[in-house]
């Protein structure tokens, strides 16, 4: 199984990145997808997940508003949409892909919920 996360890069305050992770080797469309991201010297934190269906999606707080998951299932992808950046939003992106199927959001936000993990990209927000 790979995923593979892509579309980081520099941007400043107040721009957009769009981040796609595309999967192989495992059933996409029968994977709830995640995005996570950590910071340097901070613990790595839940960002967004979406369901196996598409029809569930769950953010953290702190990005509700600014970023969406989506995804599609005939590409084995799934983006996170990254809007109104600000430097605190600077960390290395994950994605990663659960097997569960969760009706509330709490699973979801738990690291060990997750069967696979990609290699991460690097967003980086200037001031």
């Known amino acids: 199984v790979q995923l593979q996360a892509s579309g980081g890069g520099l941007v400043q305050a107040g721009g957009s990145l769009r981040l796609p992770c595309a999967a192989s080797?495992?059933?996409?469309?029968?994977?709830?997808m995640g995005w996570f991201r950590q910071a340097p010297g901070k613990e790595r934190e839940f960002v967004a997940a979406?369901?196996?269906?598409?029809?569930?999606?769950y953010y953290a707080e702190s990005v509700k508003g600014r970023f969406t998951i989506s995804r599609d299932n005939a590409k084995n992808t799934v983006y996170l949409q990254m809007n109104s950046l600000k430097p605190e939003d600077t960390a290395v992106y994950y994605c990663?892909?659960?097997?569960?199927?969760?009706?509330?959001?709490?699973?979801?936000?738990?690291?060990?919920?997750?069967?696979?993990w990609g290699q991460g990209t690097q967003v980086t927000v200037s001031s």
């Open positions: 080797g495992l059933t996409f469309s029968s994977y709830s």
């Open positions: 990663a892909a659960t097997s569960g199927r969760y009706s509330v959001s709490y699973p979801y936000t738990q690291n060990h919920r997750y069967d696979y």
């Open positions: 979406i369901s196996w269906s598409g029809y569930d999606t």
